[in-house]
C-alpha cells in the first residue's frame, strides 16, 4: 500500500514541481516539448552537418568556460596535483639508482590508466557506448589464452606486454596451463577495466542528485526518460519498461545488495542504476561501492572465465571443426580460419616472421570494424553536443518569450 500510494504521488509532485517553476503541464506544453526534442533528435552530422559541427565548436567552448571556473574554484586541489606532478617529474629526470621503481611505477600507472579509460569509454559513451570489452578487453584475454596454449606456460612478459606476445625459452609441461593461471595473468587489465566501467556510472549519479536537491530539471534525456517511466508506472505494459521499474525497486528497496546484484551480472538495464540511485539521494559510497565490487570483482572474473573457456585450446579445435561442418559454405570459411590460428602459433615460435596474405583479411576485418566503432562513438559525441547547445538555445528562446 505505502508502495502504490508513493507511486500515485510522484505524478502530483511533478506537476506541483512544474506550476511551482511557471510550466504548467497542459498539452500545448508537452507539445512543444516533443516538438523541441524532435527538432534536437535532427540534429546530426549527416542530415545537417554545418549546424551540427557549428553547434558542436560552441558547445565545446561553454564547457571549457565551465570547467575552466569549476578548476579555479578548486584552484587549492590543482595545486596540489601540480605539485606532485612537479616532484614526479623531477624524480623521472633525474638520474640515480630510484630510476628503475620510477619506470616501473610509469608502466605500470600507464597500463592501468589504459584499461580504466577504455571502460569509462564503455560506460559513459555520450549517447553511445564504445563497446571496449568486445574491441579490446575480450581480444587481449583471448591472445593471452591462445598463447598460454601453445606455449605451455605464462611466464611470458608481464604487462605492458610488447607488440608480441613470445613464448619464453624451454616453455612449459604439456597440459600444465588451468584456468587459473590464465585468470591471475589478465587480472589486472581485467579489474581495471571494471572499475572504469564503474567510474563511468558516476556522471548520472551526480547529476539526479543534484537535480533532486536543486529541484531544476538537468538538461539530460536519459533523467527525462528516467521521470516519465515513474509517471507511467501504473500503466506501464511493455517488457522493458516493467523490467526496468524491477531494477529500480530493487535498486530503492534493496539498497547495497540490490545495487551489487544489479551490477554482478551483464546487465542491460543497469543504465538508469546511476539515475535512480541518484534522484533517491542512496549514499555515495553505498553507490559506488557496489558498484565497483560487482562490475571491477565479480562481473570481470565471469565474463573473464567465458572469454578463457571459449578460447581454450579444445574448444577453439572443436569450433573449427564445427566451422567446417556446416553445409557449403563450412569448408570455404574453415581454410581461413585454420589459417589463421596457425599463423598466431607461428608468431609465438617465430617473433618477426612475415604472415602470409591469405590470413591477413581476418586482422583487416577487425581493424576495419574497430575503425568504424571508433568513428561512430566519435560522431555521436560531436552530435550529444550539438544537440545539448540546441537545447541551450531552446530554453533561452522560451524564456525570453514569458518575459515579454
Not at 506544453?29 to 545537417?48: G, M
Amino acid at each position: 500500500m505505502a508502495a502504490n500510494g508513493a507511486s500515485c504521488a510522484r505524478p502530483q509532485k511533478r506537476a506541483a514541481r512544474d506550476k511551482h517553476n511557471g510550466k504548467p503541464t497542459d498539452s500545448s506544453v508537452r507539445e512543444r516539448r516533443q516538438k523541441d526534442k524532435e527538432d534536437r533528435l535532427s540534429l546530426v552530422v549527416w542530415r545537417r552537418p554545418v549546424t551540427t559541427l557549428h553547434y558542436f565548436l560552441l558547445e565545446t567552448l561553454i564547457k571549457l568556460k565551465e570547467w575552466t571556473l569549476k578548476l579555479w574554484q578548486r584552484r587549492g586541489a590543482v595545486f596540489l596535483v601540480l605539485l606532485l606532478c612537479s616532484l614526479f617529474s623531477f624524480a623521472y629526470s633525474t638520474e640515480g639508482a630510484h630510476q628503475q621503481y620510477v619506470k616501473y611505477l610509469e608502466k605500470r600507472f600507464l597500463w592501468c590508466a589504459y584499461w580504466v579509460g577504455l571502460g569509462i569509454l564503455s560506460s559513459v559513451g555520450l549517447g553511445t557506448g564504445l563497446h571496449t570489452f568486445l574491441l579490446y578487453l575480450g581480444p587481449h584475454i583471448a591472445s593471452v589464452t591462445l598463447a598460454a596454449y601453445e606455449c605451455s606456460s605464462t611466464d611470458f612478459p608481464e604487462p605492458p606486454y610488447p607488440d608480441q606476445i613470445l613464448c619464453p625459452q624451454g616453455g612449459g609441461l604439456e597440459g600444465s596451463i588451468s584456468l587459473f593461471s590464465i585468470m591471475s595473468k589478465v587480472r589486472l587489465e581485467a579489474c581495471m577495466w571494471g572499475a572504469g566501467t564503474a567510474i563511468g556510472e558516476l556522471p548520472p549519479y551526480f547529476m539526479a542528485r543534484a537535480a533532486r536537491q536543486s529541484g531544476a530539471d538537468p538538461e539530460d534525456e536519459d533523467y527525462e526518460e528516467f521521470e516519465e517511466m515513474l509517471e507511467q508506472a501504473e500503466g506501464a505494459q511493455d517488457f522493458v519498461t516493467r523490467a526496468k521499474l524491477g531494477v529500480q525497486h530493487m535498486v530503492q528497496k534493496v539498497g547495497f545488495f540490490g545495487i551489487l546484484a544489479c551490477a554482478s551480472i551483464p546487465n542491460p538495464l543497469f543504465d538508469l542504476a546511476g539515475i535512480t540511485c541518484g534522484h533517491f539521494m542512496v549514499p555515495f559510497w553505498t553507490f559506488f561501492g557496489a558498484t565497483l565490487i560487482g562490475k571491477a570483482v565479480i562481473k570481470m572474473h565471469i565474463q573473464k572465465l567465458f572469454v578463457i573457456i571459449t578460447f581454450s585450446k579444445h574448444i577453439v579445435e572443436q569450433m573449427v571443426s564445427l566451422i567446417g561442418s556446416v553445409p557449403r559454405v563450412g569448408p570455404s570459411l574453415q581454410k581461413p580460419f585454420s589459417q589463421y590460428l596457425d599463423a598466431q602459433r607461428n608468431k609465438l615460435h617465430h617473433a618477426g616472421g612475415s604472415a602470409s596474405a591469405d590470413e591477413n583479411w581476418l586482422s583487416w576485418v577487425f581493424e576495419k570494424v574497430v575503425l568504424v566503432m571508433v568513428c561512430y562513438f566519435v560522431t555521436s559525441i560531436v552530435n550529444s553536443m550539438a544537440q545539448s547547445y540546441a537545447k541551450r538555445l531552446q530554453q533561452q528562446r522560451h524564456s525570453e518569450e514569458k518575459t515579454k
